[in-house]
């Protein structure tokens, strides 16, 4: 129906998160319409992000060197870790101001019916930054959904069978069950992160 180019385009845009094939044909359109300088600037920052940005690596968030911004920052307190699935997570605990700890960010949920698997995930790797020492509490902030809490689960047993004395905690309840905690507002996220409790 269309030049092999604008096909080209509209595909690309149906593979995006919630944008479905008219929307994709709107977008393909509107920078048809657009003014050449406006494509090549999107163009740009899209090969720009993925060439500068990867992953943190000391806690897997994504940053625009060896290590992102939280980690380098030395009045962050390292004794105190929070793990969470996705970078976008990170976000939404640093909106509430009350976690002034560092983070381990997993990369997703253990989900064997999708084959994600511990192995798939950073966990050893949150494994090997615990068992270093230097480590008193992991709070695990994964979602409240069904993947969610069998990852904390797996972790919360993984880290103190190899660091006997350190204090697991999980978010409170109160966060909508089953949602992702990005559409957690800040003041019920907060209120989560200061009464979490021990697992
Ligand atoms: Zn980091």
Redesign the pocket.
Same mark, same amino acid.
Request: with cysteine.
């Given at each position: 129906m269309y030049a092999p180019p604008i096909q080209r385009l509209i595909a690309e845009f149906s593979k995006l998160p919630g944008v479905g094939g008219r929307t994709a044909q709107r977008l393909a359109f509107h920078l048809l319409r657009g003014s050449d300088e406006d494509a090549r600037a999107l163009a740009d920052a899209i090969r720009e992000v993925k060439e500068r940005i990867g992953l @943190?690596e000391? @806690?897997?968030?994504l940053?625009d060197g060896p290590? @992102?911004r939280? @980690?380098a920052d030395e009045r962050r307190d390292p004794e105190l870790i929070c793990v969470v699935e996705e970078p976008s997570d990170v976000i939404s605990i640093e909106r509430t101001h009350e976690f002034r700890g560092?983070?381990h960010v997993l990369g997703g949920a253990l989900s064997p019916i999708d084959g994600v698997d511990p192995e798939d995930l950073k966990i050893a790797e949150l494994y090997e930054r615990v068992q270093t020492g230097g480590v008193r509490e992991v709070v695990i902030a994964t979602n409240p959904t069904t993947t969610g809490e069998a990852t904390a689960l797996h972790i919360a047993t993984g880290v103190r069978e190899r660091v006997p004395g350190i204090a697991v905690t999980r978010l409170a309840s109160g966060l909508p069950v089953g949602a992702d905690l990005e559409y957690a507002d800040e003041l019920t996220l907060g209120r989560a992160l200061v009464g979490r409790r021990a697992v």
């Open positions: @943190c000391v @806690c897997y968030n940053a290590t @992102c939280i @980690c560092r983070y």
